[in-house]
């Protein structure tokens, strides 16, 4: 793509999300969402496949009905209220349809279905966009809210879990299995998200971390299916090693970082009692586990067969170089080692 | 004058059922003229000046040279009316529903208000739109500006879709 052309939607793409989280008008953080929707519509139909620009197609509509449900009910609300203000939202009806349109935004079940189409027609590096950056101006609003209908949250937030997790056990192509994986992900972030605002964010955090690590890797050893992922061994031995440690850190397991999202909303929803919607959360969380471990099990744990010329290819293209690769140690330490920082880094976000 | 009021509307609603019901765009542009038309004149009825205009002038100035563009750009040698079998279908389809939603509100909606376009509901020396528009460009400048860099990315990332010759989503552009 034009390098110009590059840098103005990247940049639009920053400015977005920048407007958003700095507004307290319904307005200008619609605006914000807007203006982030548009400038990644290029990024995703640059292939200029059909695949591409049905993605693209996809992610717009769905993208610009959550805006348009998100500017009525907030112009209904401040119609009735005499205020456009993000955090003193207080008509019962206005704001759950509000949530449910970022809710709709962020790809969550029920309204997921668009989630694993777009990421799977899209480029790796665009799909890490709309799975990490895209993310944090809705969840903004998100947490900006008051008195959203509690049993909304939860509903929605139980069945993301479990939705993510039964939708990715048929998967073979690894950017759907990732986009179950977020909206899993983003169910755990919802269903604390009443209670604790700072869990929430910690598990985004985490999240964002653990998603961009994967996407990384998955760009460096340019496997889309999980029959490519068989011959990282030959292409990279050292991500061969540390790639089991970065899914099942997504998976939720002790002691990486992964665990300490997991762990404190499980802890918090104990304290309050809602001791059925902890269990549902931590059984439904065994579903994602097994395709993360399905991944583990290709990429390390077995060897398939090949052929010599093909075992010898870390020896000719070495290192592999993506323009993301600087930031892949940064991400993989982040994803593996941050569970004993836990404590500081809650200071950090409460 | 509600009478008046009344016919709009119900032109509002066929406009509408005539373009949602998908025929071809030549067609569906049609429904979008008079529903513009007579939205200005709804307007016009709750006493507005300068918001009625600016309703015909964002519809037919800026909507429908778009959609005349894209009408364009899509030529086809049949294109289908209101008279087409699926096209009706969506027509009695929309038509029921509106007859639904009108027999469920009928009676809990009274009364004309025939106000000056206004939510203060007292008397003012300047009206309701104008002072909008001078507030707008006063206090809310820095909006607009925001307002006109989302339009300027608009034609960015819309010429990036549609440009390629070959590559691009349309073949002779």
């Known amino acids: 793509m ?15 999300t920048a407007l958003t989280l700095s507004s307290t008008h319904w307005l200008l953080a619609w605006l914000g969402l807007e203006v982030g929707t548009l400038a990644i519509l290029p990024l995703m139909a640059q292939r200029h496949h059909p695949r591409a620009t049905e993605a693209a197609t996809k992610y717009f509509i769905v993208q610009a009905t959550a805006a348009a449900t998100l500017l009525f009910a907030a112009f209904n609300n401040a119609w009735l209220q005499g205020h456009s203000d993000i955090q003193h939202m207080s008509h019962p009806l206005f704001t759950s349809m509000i949530t449910l349109a970022l809710l709709l935004k962020l790809g969550l079940a029920p309204m997921h279905t668009w989630m694993p189409q777009v990421i799977q027609g899209v480029s790796l590096n665009t799909g890490l966009i709309v799975s990490t950056w895209q993310k944090i101006a809705p969840f903004i609003l998100l947490l900006q809210i008051k008195q959203i209908h509690p049993p909304l949250l939860t509903i929605i937030g139980l069945a993301s879990i479990l939705i993510g997790g039964w939708g990715g056990l048929n998967q073979t192509q690894l950017r759907k299995i990732l986009a179950y994986s977020s909206i899993a992900h983003l169910g755990w972030i919802l269903l604390i998200l009443q209670h604790s605002t700072a869990l ?3 598990a985004l955090l985490i999240y964002i971390f653990m998603t961009s690590a994967t996407f990384i890797t998955l760009k460096k050893c340019k496997a889309t299916t999980i029959n490519m992922l068989t011959t990282t061994w030959t292409k990279a031995p050292t991500i061969t090693l540390v ?81 993301l690769s600087s930031a892949l140690p940064a991400a993989l330490a982040l994803t593996l080692f941050l569970l004993p920082l836990t404590p500081s880094a809650l200071t950090l976000i409460i | ?39 200005c004149g709804v307007l016009i009825c709750f006493g507005g000046s300068f918001l009625p205009l ?35 279908m969506y027509v009695a389809a929309y038509v029921l529903g509106v007859g639904c939603a009108w027999k469920v509100l009928l009676g809990k909606w009274s009364g004309f208000w025939g106000g000056i376009l206004d939510e203060s509901g007292e008397l003012l020396v300047l009206r309701g739109g104008m002072m909008g528009v001078a507030a707008m ?18 034609l960015f990332v819309v010429l990036e879709l549609v440009r390629g010759v070959s590559r691009g989503g349309l073949r002779t552009v």
């Not at chain 1, 390098?3 to 400015?15: C, E, H, N």
């Not at chain 1, 998976?251 to 300490?260: Q, R």
């Open chain 1, 2 to 16: 034009n390098p110009y052309l590059l840098i103005v939607l990247l940049t639009s793409l920053g400015l977005g």
């Open chain 2, 137 to 154: 460009h006063d206090v809310g400048g820095w909006m607009l500006v925001l307002g006109g860099l989302g339009l300027l990315l608009t």
């Open chain 2, 54 to 88: 600016v309703f015909f002038l964002i519809y037919l100035g800026g909507m429908m040279v778009v959609f005349a563009f894209s009408a364009a750009l899509s030529a086809e040698p049949y294109p289908y009316g209101w008279g087409n079998r699926s096209v009706k």
């Open chain 1, 200 to 202: 929430a964010t910690y």
């Open chain 1, 243 to 323: 790639a089991p440690l970065m899914l099942l850190s997504l998976g939720g397991l002790p002691p990486l970082s992964g665990f300490a999202p997991k762990w404190f909303i499980l802890q918090e929803l104990t304290q309050l009692n809602f001791i059925p919607h902890a269990s549902i959360a931590a059984m439904a969380a065994l579903l994602s586990l097994s395709y993360y471990l399905r991944l583990s099990y290709s990429i390390t744990l077995s060897l398939s067969p090949n052929n010599l010329p093909e075992c010898l290819q870390w020896r000719v293209n070495y290192p592999i170089s993506t323009p």
């Open chain 2, 1 to 39: 004058m509600s009478y008046l009021v009344c016919v709009l509307l119900f032109r509002l609603m066929v406009g509408s059922v005539g373009v949602a019901s998908n025929p071809s765009p030549y067609f569906a542009a049609m429904g979008l003229v008079m529903e513009s038309g007579v939205g």
